[in-house]
């Protein structure tokens, strides 16, 4: 070798020793900001729903519940058109309410024709939503009939540019629609849906109908009020009943109570029927801020400990310094400086690394996170919690290692300490494992195993509202290649619109259950076998005397029965509905699921009336699903022809986007359990560089005595189990409590596995212990024996 | 045939900025049952020298056979193999593990025979009482003086009755009395038939030797034999 060449080696290797600790510490550092910003933004956004529109915090959103008297069985975001109207004139601290009402129609532009999601809405509105415009004005916007406003993106899709004030398109009937306001995109954390806000003035609106027809009342408007100052809103709400039930007419039920929530409290109020967008959780929320707090608290104590053990091998220097005359609080000072440097520089990175990250994170969550919406209060809170970081963790070391004694040897690290320290990022991660792992089985039970049938290779397609024409498609449907079964009903498995329904068996208490109407191949397409009896013998349109009504398990107990079978041929009444009508029980169905984990599977109806009928089902064959799909389109144009486009989706599809916010928190939830896992990677392999070199003289004595590499691989492996162990013991519990009480808020859930403790169990013990082995095997040829043996 | 055969050993420390020639052609050849004392200026290479001989530096060049067998070629596994069962260390600073017991540490000398040597206590308080220390069995080394702990060290590394014992300045860190003490254990240990290679200070002690071997500069400047 020549002597250049070992002059480079040995300026190379010092650098990787020396700064291959600076290394592990920036990068164990940048991952947990990294992390710790990204959860913020996600919590932060979670926290302002709706927040983007001003006096949001003054808005209430009324809602209804139903069932018995004493018991509200089901709550509803949608109540009933004429209680906007009630309020208005009963209420005297009403400052303004306002309806919308959620439809989808046809609407036309010379760029554009769909069946669109739209609201009919109140002229006054946006004096309720302040929903930022960037054209036109909101107060006047909706007060002709015929007008209509639109966020920039529609106006993009519909002309072709965002100033689309004064252009006109078309609704059904060829209605025209000018429009007279464009508004700001809205952003992804509100609980509105739809970005499209027609005049309910219009004779032709939904409001109108409502309006002329009093006895027109059920869930049909979300309804918004803010109230005057100093208001007493709760003592509103109690009087809320009041007035609906004197105002009521018609058949339907009256609600059994009202709820006003503020709208900046919605996000996280319990799911609510015809909720507009899915609720999110507030457990999982804090679940996720203490586990951040944990990653912050455990790369902070790796920080620390790496500071301890690299200014230790420094003690000579600290003594010199001392002998030249440095106070306590200079040496402190010193180490303090280069904590806070590294942790400058980490969080530099890890900005830069979020910066790069994001687009694919709101890609993939379906999010809209952004890091420089507030860049004051961002920078403040990031500043303030890097200055808390490297004050809490370097202030150990600092205290540690300028201690009198330090240069007298005795400052070590004791074994005790470290041990606790691979505790901590073990149990840690256990407890992530467990979770992780339980998140993706309830969300696997959830979408699956849950439902009781078989929604795979169902499409959906909603009917045109000419009945000849979906007559005709469904029964060409029903000879296409590649369809297998086709059956029209009202709503399909797990979606919300399903309608109540209260009844009794004479002498038995009152039950609240589903009603659902379909074609009796229903259950074909689903693959929902017979419990017991016969299937529906058709459908039909004339409400004869007795209809024949499908039952599910819950409903049979619910209403009495012994069994099944106890259950065929009987007669139920639908007491409360004004109706009376009665209907035959002639089959009972497995306990499918139409509603999500979240709420409790209940009793259940399905009847044949062919008038709900407003989707046919589709099970198409698993091979070519492409043709097949392109068959189905050609099919609807041509008994269309081609007016309407066609709305299909897949079930799964559908049943994916009711349990969106599971899916955000289990994919969030598991990016924090890698970023743990790596930490501790970071954190373990720092642990060794520190072992191995305190530990250098004993292995060396050992290697002198004649143990062979094996011998000290073992050697250096058989402390961590203990600790290992410990952590175990101490992440079982804490796992089971935390995941008990997430299990909790599911209505339905799968039980805690032991496979999961087992397998995190494992797993940490493997991946601690493949670390440290990793390090022994990398680091074995290098330690010179005799080198180690001179000095002490 | 000799136990321990150099030919022409040089070696040359890497890993620093420079590198350093301690051993620049060393030959020798040592019997069993010798007592040889090395002796020399400090940085001559005697720790070096002892340190090949022992197998815990590899020569960068020459031949090296120990009791016929080329240890530069043999895998590492059966070098670690050879220190167990052949050879044992004694140290200037006695290297004792710190917290375990003065027994344990003793023990250690017979742990990595890989032979399932049977009573495994009873060499172990042999050679404890060997070396006068019986009953000190569960002190921990801070516990001990210095002439004690390096006579724990003596019994870890004649436990496993090793055909040859190196010692590197056994005595430097000992007062005159325990120094006198600690070589009279190791020459009584020569006596019985142990082969002995001590690096001094002391000319006293090499005095004793059957053999002194006065390095300098990397080479054996001077090798005189003791006429008995
Ligand atoms: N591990 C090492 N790395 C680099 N150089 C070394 C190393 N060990 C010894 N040397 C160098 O090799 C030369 C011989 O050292 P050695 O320790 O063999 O001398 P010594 O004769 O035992 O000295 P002393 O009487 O002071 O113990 C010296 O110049 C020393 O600086
Ligand atoms: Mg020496």
């Known amino acids: 070798m020549t002597p250049l060449l070992s002059l480079l080696l040995y300026i190379f290797r010092t650098v990787v020793a020396r700064w291959g600790v600076y290394l592990l510490m920036v990068a164990g550092l940048t991952l947990s900001y990294a992390a710790a910003i990204v959860v913020t933004l996600y919590v932060h956004d979670e926290l302002t729903h709706d927040r983007f529109m001003a006096q949001a915090d003054r808005v209430y959103m009324l809602t209804a519940r139903y069932g018995p008297p004493d018991r509200g069985l089901v709550a509803s975001d949608r109540t009933p058109a004429g209680m906007a109207k009630w309020m208005a004139s009963d209420v005297a601290e009403i400052d303004q309410v306002a309806r919308i009402v959620a439809i989808e129609w046809p609407m036309r532009s010379a760029r554009r024709q769909v069946r669109e999601r739209f609201y009919w809405a109140d002229p006054n509105i946006f004096k309720i939503l302040q929903l930022p415009a960037v054209e036109g004005d909101l107060a006047t916007a909706l007060k002709a009939p015929g007008s209509v406003v639109m966020t920039q993106r529609m106006a993009r899709a519909y002309f072709g540019r965002p100033d689309a004030v004064g252009l006109t398109l078309t609704t059904k009937d060829n209605q025209p629609l000018t429009v007279t306001a464009i508004l700001k995109d809205l952003p992804a954390n509100t609980h509105l849906d739809r970005e499209i806000f027609v005049s309910g003035r219009g004779s032709y609106s939904m409001l109108a109908v409502f309006d002329l027809n009093p006895d027109y009342q059920w869930n049909s408007a979300y309804i918004y009020a803010t109230f005057k100052p100093g208001a007493d809103v709760a003592a509103v709400e109690g009087r809320l009943q009041a007035i609906s039930r004197s105002h009521w007419r018609g058949p339907n039920n009256l609600p059994e109570g009202y709820e006003l929530i503020r709208l900046t409290d919605l996000h996280f109020h319990p799911h609510g029927d015809g909720e507009q967008r899915p609720r999110g959780h507030v457990g999982s929320i804090l679940a996720l801020v203490v586990v951040t707090a944990a990653i912050l608290a455990l790369a902070g104590i790796n920080f620390s400990g790496l500071v301890l053990a690299e200014t230790q091998e420094r003690g000579d220097e600290m003594a010199i310094r001392k002998a030249l005359g440095a106070r306590r609080i200079d040496l402190i000072w010193q180490i303090l400086r280069e904590a806070l440097w590294v942790n400058l520089v980490s969080v530099v990175l890890a900005l830069a690394v979020v910066e790069r990250l994001l687009p694919a994170l709101n890609g993939g969550l379906d999010l809209d996170l952004h890091l420089w919406r507030h860049p004051a209060v961002f920078l403040g809170v990031l500043g303030a919690t890097v200055v808390l970081v490297t004050v809490l963790s370097g202030l150990y070391p600092a205290f540690a290692v300028s201690r009198p004694a330090a240069n007298t040897g005795t400052g070590r690290l004791s074994a005790l300490r470290w041990r606790g320290w691979v505790v901590a990022q073990i149990a840690l991660v256990v407890v992530l494992l467990i979770g992780s792992h339980t998140m993706n089985r309830q969300w696997q039970y959830a979408t699956d195993d849950a439902l009781n049938f078989n929604g795979d290779h169902v499409v959906m397609i909603r009917f045109s509202d000419f009945p000849n024409d979906d007559a005709d498609f469904v029964a060409h449907l029903r000879d296409l290649k590649g369809v297998e079964s086709v059956a029209e009903s009202f709503g399909s498995p797990t979606m919300d619109n399903v309608r109540p329904a209260w009844i009794r068996r004479p002498g038995l208490p009152l039950i609240s259950l589903t009603r659902n109407s379909a074609h009796p191949d229903f259950f074909k397409v689903f693959q929902v076998p017979l419990v017991a009896g016969r299937h529906l013998s058709g459908t039909f349109s004339v409400p004869e005397v007795p209809p024949e009504i499908l039952i599910n398990l819950s409903a049979v107990k619910a209403l009495g029965f012994a069994t099944p079978e106890a259950a065929l041929g009987q007669e139920i009444v639908y007491e409360t ?136 691989f073992v050697q250096r492996l058989t402390p961590f189990f203990v600790p290992l162990l410990i952590a175990n013991a101490i992440a079982w519990p804490a796992a089971w409590l935390v995941l008990r009480s997430w299990l909790g808020s599911f209505a339905e859930h799968i039980p805690l596995s032991a496979v999961s403790f087992l397998g995190a169990a494992v797993t940490s013990v493997v991946f601690a212990l493949l670390t440290v082995a990793a390090h022994s095997a990398l680091t074995a040829g290098k330690v010179s024996v005799s080198a180690s043996l001179r000095h002490e | 045939m000799p136990l321990i055969s150099l030919s022409d050993i040089h070696h040359t420390y890497s890993g620093t900025a420079q590198a350093v020639p301690a051993l620049r052609g060393v030959s020798i050849d040592i019997d069993p049952g010798e007592f040889v004392a090395i002796i020399g200026p400090s940085g001559s290479g005697k ?182």
């Open chain 1, 577 to 712: 509905d004004r109706t009376t009508m009665r209907s035959r029980i002639v089959g009972v169905l497995p306990d499918l699921r139409f509603a999500t984990v979240y709420e409790p599977k209940g009793p259940m109806i399905f009847d044949n009336f062919s008038k709900y009928l407003t989707v046919v089902n589709v099970r198409i064959s698993p091979t070519d699903t492409a043709g097949t799909l392109a068959r189905i389109d050609a099919l609807w144009s041509r008994d269309n022809g081609g007016s309407m486009p066609m709305q299909r989706w897949f079930y799964r599809d559908y049943l994916l986007d009711q349990y969106h916010d599971l899916h955000q928190q289990m994919r969030v939830f598991n990016l924090v359990a890698g970023v743990a896992i790596i930490l501790s990677t970071l954190g373990l392999t720092g642990l060794c560089i520190f072992l191995t070199r305190r530990q250098a003289r004993d292995l060396a004595i050992l290697r002198a005595l004649g143990a062979t590499f094996g011998d000290i």
């Open chain 2, 47 to 228: 720790s070096t020298l002892l340190n090949i001989i022992g197998t815990l530096e590899k020569p960068s060049q020459g031949r090296y056979l120990f009791d016929n067998r080329d240890v530069t070629t043999i895998p590492e596994r059966d070098l670690a193999r050879l220190r167990a069962t052949r050879i044992g260390f004694v140290f200037q600073n006695f290297n004792l593990i710190d917290h375990l017991t003065v027994y344990q540490n003793i023990e250690l000398g017979l742990r990595y025979r890989r032979d399932h040597l049977r009573g495994r206590r009873e060499l172990v308080m042999e050679a404890m009482d060997r070396v006068g220390m019986g009953h000190r069995a569960d002190h921990l080394p801070r516990q001990l003086s210095g002439g004690q702990q390096q006579r724990c060290a003596i019994a870890r590394a004649i436990v496993g009755q090793p055909a040859i014992v190196l010692a590197d300045e056994p005595t430097g860190n000992l007062d005159s009395r325990n120094a006198a003490q600690t070589l009279g254990i190791l020459k009584e240990l020569n006596d019985k038939g142990t082969t002995l290679i001590i690096v001094t200070h002391a000319l006293s002690q090499a005095d004793q030797a059957s053999r002194t071997i006065e390095m300098h500069d990397g080479r054996i400047h001077l090798s005189s034999r003791r006429l008995s």
